[in-house]
């Protein structure tokens, strides 16, 4: 009678007592094939969901950190202003007092930082001849003095090896430059030297006090300028930005 039932439907007549169990059968394997056969397609789609969800926050997170460095380099390039500022606007007010003999070419860096001049971050414990900015570079106030011309003068210069030629030094070149034609009016003239095979070369803008017709000047240096002249000279195998004072 078993394998009667288990036929199909046409015979539940004769199942009898077995009818029941017939049905719950029949009932409990169709839904078994229901639950599977719906099973497989929502495996799928969640699978496809899924890689969508992870795609996104790919995409999402390669921007995150894109745009966090952008804007991390956009901090620097800000802060890395303020401290050239502060340091310009010190060597202005107390260069007069460096210019004599008793400094003849001396790094007087030291000085500076004594007299409470030089951001703190800006200065290291092992190293009072220099202080570094937020990039790294190491700067230095010297006196400087021409002993066949008699001409002495208090050079602010960035050292950093700008020679390595990639976008970050040429906006971290920029960036001094024009911090540097912002304070025009208290300085000589700035320049960007290059060294290549032990020979140096130079271009320089003048600040307010030796601008003349004949002479590049910082008023009227532009941004393609300042690329220029910073692309001219960190090419080089060494490169380095100098400020400079003269008692006039």
């Known amino acids: 009678m078993r394998k009667i039932c288990e036929l199909g ?123 570094y900015d937020i990039f790294g570079t190491k700067v230095g106030i010297r006196n400087t003095h021409d002993e066949s011309s008699g001409a002495t003068s208090m050079n602010l210069t960035f050292y950093q090896d700008l020679s390595k030629h990639n976008k970050q030094n040429e906006d971290i070149c920029i960036n001094i430059l024009n911090t540097v034609k912002q304070n025009r009016a208290s300085i000589y003239y700035a320049t960007v030297v290059g060294v290549q095979n032990g020979a140096y070369s130079y271009v320089s803008y003048h600040g307010d006090h030796s601008c003349t017709s004949s002479k590049k000047c910082l008023k009227n240096m532009n941004i393609k300028d300042m690329h220029d002249m910073c692309i001219s000279q960190i090419s080089k195998e060494s490169a380095t930005i100098s400020v400079v004072w003269y008692d006039f």
């Open 9 to 131: 439907r046409y015979v539940l007549s004769k199942c009898g007592a077995d009818k029941k169990e017939f049905l719950s059968a029949v009932y409990k394997r169709r839904t078994q094939a229901k639950k599977h056969q719906l099973d497989v397609p929502q495996f799928g789609r969640i699978m496809v969901e899924m890689l969508g969800v992870l795609a996104i926050i790919g995409v999402l997170s390669v921007g995150a950190i894109a745009g966090y460095s952008k804007a991390m380099f956009k901090y620097k390039l800000n802060k890395h202003s303020e401290q050239i500022n502060q340091l310009i606007d010190a060597v202005s007010r107390f260069y007069q007092q460096f210019i004599n003999e008793q400094f003849y070419d001396t790094v007087v860096t030291s000085y500076f930082i004594k007299m409470g001049e030089v951001p703190d971050e800006m200065i290291t414990n092992n190293d009072e001849d220099y202080v």
